[in-house]
């Protein structure tokens, strides 16, 4: 099954097997049986012409017979049996048998294997006045039943009904079945060797196809894996060779376009980087300003204090995007490390949830934390590990609309998983899918009070994928939404599986809402 869904040439080879065979069996049994027919009527015709001129003889041989002189009677037909024996025809080998009736008592002669193997019906023919063929086994010599033609017909008949002498030739068909056979063997080997000269053809033309498709698929996977100067052959002016020449104009495009898209990236990952790391040395003095300033604001007028207060938490915001710009700078030229160490993720999860319950009270939530009593172990990153909850969580928050948000944590033998679940305003198919996206907010009208930079979720991506995880999300509109970071308990470790569920059980309540 694998073959025949893989490979054209076997469903080709197979098709054309399948088709070939079968005319080429409805061919030979026509054939053959024309062949047959054939040959069996030259010889049941030449046959015929023999008992005819048979019957002459014989009615000549036993005219005047005194059929009352039983030992003049068997004599007789023994000499006319003997003599059409030797009367040679065109019909081939043959026997012959005379039968003497009288009432209920009948005198054979010729070979007593012939006479007992005469149906019933021939003779119920014969016995009617008639001439009459059929095939049917008769014993050879040795006693084995071989095909034969027999004709049979009445030499005399007596007025009165009481005498008669029925005449039978056996025409033993071996060597017409001889000669069928040889035919039969014929026909068979040169259907097979037709069969196959048939489905080599289908699978060469199908190969002279495929193969160059093969290449340009190949070649088109070594263009996906990032060889972009893979070229196909172009070889004569034909269809294959157009489509060949083609395919080598879209690579070329292709190349040319992303070329141009990595220079544009490593563009503007340099001005990221550059940006960030040039702005943290006046945004430091800013901020040592704005600290003397904010630390000073009892001194100042209401406006003012109130002014070097907004300056102070703006530098905060200010420097936590910094700080995101860079971390995305690290990951983008590939220089971000982890620091690996066992961990207790139960203790990373009640740690976050303290260091958010502040947070959580303004905005009416309740953390709700589930897990086992024991210690998951798992070697990660903990900065790391840490900083991706309390983007979750902070996120989980923001959008909870007041409800409780459920934190849950697990492990199996080869990973750790933990999922952050809200009841707010949910996510749609949409917002699904670009929600890992830099600098995507699903609203952005609303005001943010985590963090802001429009990153976060971003850069938790990474963390997850730097630690070989996994960070997923699940959500629907007025249902809440739930993500699920899920990491290998060992560093380098493969995941399989997780073992917590993407999609929450939802309870309905009496109401009917959920």
Not at 144 to 153: D, E, F, N
Not at 247 to 254: K, T
Request: with cysteine; glycine share 10%.
């Amino acid at each position: 099954m694998h073959a025949w869904r893989s490979s054209l040439h076997v469903r080709i080879g197979a098709i054309t097997m399948v088709v070939a065979g079968t005319v080429v069996i409805i061919v030979s049994l026509v054939l053959f049986s024309q062949i047959r027919d054939q040959l069996l009527s030259v010889k049941r015709d030449a046959a015929i012409d023999q008992a005819q001129a048979g019957v002459v003889y014989a009615r000549d041989e036993v005219a005047g017979i005194a059929t009352g002189d039983a030992a003049s009677l068997r004599s007789t037909l023994s000499r006319t049996v003997e003599g059409l024996r030797s009367r040679a025809g065109s019909a081939g080998d043959f026997d012959v048998v005379m039968i003497h009736r009288s009432g209920d008592r009948e005198l054979a002669a010729g070979r007593r294997g012939v006479v007992d193997a005469l149906p019933d019906g021939l003779r119920a023919g014969v016995d009617s006045g008639g001439q009459f063929s059929q095939y049917a086994p008769v014993p050879d010599a040795e006693g084995v039943p071989q095909p034969t033609l027999l004709i049979g017909a009445p030499v005399t008949v007596d007025a009165t009904g009481d005498e008669r002498i029925e005449l039978y030739y056996a025409f033993p068909l071996d060597q017409e079945e001889e000669s069928l056979s040889r035919i039969r063997s014929t026909v068979v080997i040169s259907g097979i060797a037709l069969t196959l000269f048939v489905v080599g053809i289908g699978v060469l033309v199908t190969r002279l196809v495929v193969d160059p498709v093969r290449r340009a698929a190949g070649t088109a996977q070594r263009l996906a894996e990032g060889q972009l100067a893979e070229r196909m052959t172009v070889r004569g002016e034909d269809d294959l060779a157009r489509l060949a020449t083609s395919f080598n104009a879209m690579a070329d495009s292709l190349q040319r376009q992303i070329t141009q898209l990595e220079a544009l990236s490593q563009l503007q990952q340099r001005f990221t980087s550059d940006v960030s790391h040039e702005l943290r040395t006046p945004l430091t003095t800013v901020q040592m300003a704005a600290e003397v300033l904010h630390e000073s604001r009892g001194e100042f007028a209401p406006h003012v204090a109130r002014s070097a207060e907004l300056l102070h938490t703006e530098l905060d915001r200010f420097e936590t995007l910094l700080t995101d710009l860079l971390e995305i700078s690290r990951y983008d030229a590939g220089a971000a490390v982890l620091d690996w160490e066992p961990t207790d993720v139960g203790a990373l999860v009640r740690r976050v949830a303290d260091d958010l319950s502040a947070l959580a009270t303004m905005h009416g939530c309740e953390l709700r934390l589930r897990g086992p009593q024991q210690p998951v172990i798992a070697e990660v990153d903990a900065r790391r590990v840490q900083r991706i909850l309390r983007n979750l969580v902070g996120n989980a928050v923001e959008h909870g609309a007041g409800r409780p948000i459920e934190l849950t944590w697990a492990a199996n033998r080869v990973a750790v998983a933990v999922t952050v679940r809200d009841h707010g305003v949910g996510l749609g198919p949409a917002d699904a899918q670009h929600v890992f996206d830099r600098f995507w907010r699903a609203d952005p009208s609303r005001v943010r009070t985590v963090g802001g930079s429009g990153l976060g979720l971003s850069i938790s991506l990474e963390d997850a994928r730097l630690h070989g995880g996994w960070l997923q999300v699940w959500g629907q509109p007025e249902l809440g939404a739930q993500f699920r970071l899920t990491l290998p308990l060992t560093a380098g470790g493969e995941l399989a599986s997780s073992p917590l569920p993407l999609r929450p059980t939802i309870v309905r309540r009496p109401g009917g809402a959920p």
